[in-house]
DNA sequence: AGGCTAACTTGTGAAATGCAAGTTAATACT
DNA sequence: AGTATTAACTTGCATTTCACAAGTTAGCCT
């Protein structure tokens, strides 16, 4: 188990300070989610097409909250179908995820045929 | 080994793809390397304050040569001192990397006080 | 109060990563 | 020309992360 605020961070740089936390494979997946959905439960992110398995959900859930980036919609509330929402600073990853999705669909359809464009 | 040809891409969504490609720790800090830099070799790769190591950089460098991200300066060249450097798919990636710099610069701070600025 | 189900946790195997050491071949040196 | 040096890797093994399946807990509904 980690407690996310004594992170090891590689070095000063910006970049790989937001790769530290930001880079794997689940954790900007579940802040799409959330830019495009607003809220979501615990098993909605289940539903996405990608298929998080559960523990990796609930760790990265845990983490991005004590990061600050999301937060249950009901914060005094029991759990059961207490969604998640972006706050401030996970909605300001918007830009970052858009730069990326623009990226993907320009540079990927080559390699991966079926990728969708935004709208 | 992998051959990145044939990748397993989770879904048909932008930015999962992107992740799918790119969603690790090192892909991006070699790109923000080539970005910075220009062109870099394998030994100076090494001497990154991140300090990857030789097999995953090996590995790295493998996978987005084969995706097309980066080349070799001299492509038939023998590899001692051949260094790599950005094709034009590689170098688009800058605007999402500006974005996740200026994101962690402007939300990390909190967490990680010696984060630098970008110039 | 009993059953249902959302939200987890736990256990175990597989895969990715990290670390140290070894190998190869191009260049530099004498 | 022969030898030493070193850049660019590869290999093997320990450790950490992740995936998959199953089990547990506690709100809610009737």
Same mark, same amino acid.
């Given at each position: 188990m980690m407690k996310s605020q004594e992170f090891d961070w590689r070095s000063a740089c910006p970049i790989s300070s937001g790769l530290d936390l930001l880079g794997d494979k689940w954790s900007l997946i579940i802040i799409r989610d959330l830019i495009t959905h607003g809220t979501r439960t615990y098993s909605e992110f289940l539903e996405s097409p990608e298929q998080i398995s559960t523990n990796i959900? =609930?760790?990265r859930l845990r983490m991005l909250t004590s990061m600050n980036l999301i937060e249950r919609v009901? +914060?005094? $509330? !029991? !759990? #059961?179908?207490? =969604? &998640? @929402?972006?706050? +401030?600073?996970? !909605? !300001?990853? #918007?830009p970052t995820l858009e =730069?990326? $999705?623009?990226? %993907? @669909? /320009?540079?990927? /359809? %080559? &390699?991966? +045929?079926e990728i969708v464009s935004l709208d």
């Amino acid at each position: 188990m980690m407690k996310s605020q004594e992170f090891d961070w590689r070095s000063a740089c910006p970049i790989s300070s937001g790769l530290d936390l930001l880079g794997d494979k689940w954790s900007l997946i579940i802040i799409r989610d959330l830019i495009t959905h607003g809220t979501r439960t615990y098993s909605e992110f289940l539903e996405s097409p990608e298929q998080i398995s559960t523990n990796i959900l =609930a760790e990265r859930l845990r983490m991005l909250t004590s990061m600050n980036l999301i937060e249950r919609v009901d +914060p005094n $509330g !029991a !759990a #059961r179908n207490n =969604a &998640f @929402q972006l706050t +401030p600073s996970g !909605a !300001a990853l #918007r830009p970052t995820l858009e =730069a990326l $999705g623009n990226w %993907s @669909q /320009k540079y990927l /359809k %080559s &390699f991966h +045929p079926e990728i969708v464009s935004l709208d």
